[in-house]
């Protein structure tokens, strides 16, 4: 079955630790995103990266890194210094940067302990 | 500054009765709008989609009108089932593709026997 695996389902942080997100993907998609999802607040963006080795900062990139050494996968690490990393962490692909249809995994929720 | 508002972040339906979901929008760059469904736990899945230059998008039980007058789209249920129980994300891009993509804060539909 193609699709987008995140893991772990549900991750705790302490203070000061760095954590890291994986999101695989074997749709062959070219774009992978992530996404933080906030209670009564839509998704915001928070990096993207169009192919292999570039990414870009989304909307609240701040506290946050990503690497893109495969074309599958997509991690994401949240910071100490990411000072609110409670959230719904969310991964997408689509097959071209430009294509708004987005496939998403099923997330990571984050806590800070 | 919320771009793409959906004010109603609760609605209860009878089943085998439309659900009508709204959605307002502040910038009129944007010609492409989409719905998206969620469940809880797991990632918005893609629901339906409607360019600028059509004011209705139809597919099965799911249409979506676009009022561009109004900065105002809606999404329509009929007949409502059980399983539409979900959140339910609008979202709007402008030119640039899914990066660009700015989502509603969602509104929780739930369907009643």
């Known amino acids: 079955d193609g699709g987008i695996t995140q893991s772990p389902k549900y991750l705790f942080r302490k203070e000061g630790q760095n954590v890291t997100l994986s999101c695989e993907q074997n749709?062959?998609?070219?774009?992978m995103y992530w996404y933080r999802q906030d209670p009564g607040q839509g998704l915001r963006l928070i990096y993207y990266?169009?192919?292999?080795?570039?990414?870009q900062k989304g909307d609240i990139a701040e506290g946050y890194s990503v690497s893109r050494e495969k074309k599958e996968s997509f991690p994401l690490t949240v910071t100490s210094a990411q000072k609110n990393p409670t959230a719904f962490y969310l991964c997408?692909?689509?097959?071209?940067?430009?294509?708004?249809?987005?496939?998403f995994g099923s997330g990571t929720q984050l806590s800070v302990l | 500054d919320q771009q793409v508002k959906q004010n109603s972040p609760s609605l209860s339906v009878q089943e085998g009765r439309i659900s009508i979901l709204n959605c307002d929008y502040t910038?009129?760059?944007?010609?492409?709008f989409l719905w998206y469904k969620k469940y809880p736990a797991e990632g918005p899945t893609f629901l339906i989609s409607?360019?600028?230059?059509?004011d209705k998008n139809e597919d099965g039980r799911f249409t979506v009108f676009l009022n561009k007058s109004a900065k105002h789209l809606s999404l329509h249920i009929v007949p409502s089932q059980p399983g539409d129980s979900a959140v339910y994300f609008c979202?709007?891009?402008?030119?640039?593709?899914?990066?660009?993509?700015?989502f509603g804060q969602g509104t929780r539909l739930t369907i009643n026997p």
């Open positions: 990266s169009q192919i292999v080795n570039d990414f």
């Open positions: 997408a692909s689509s097959i071209l940067l430009g294509s708004e249809k987005l496939f």
């Open positions: 749709l062959n998609h070219d774009a």
């Open positions: 979202a709007a891009s402008a030119f640039e593709g899914a990066q660009k993509l700015v």
């Open positions: 409607i360019s600028s230059i059509k």
């Open positions: 910038n009129s760059m944007f010609d492409y």
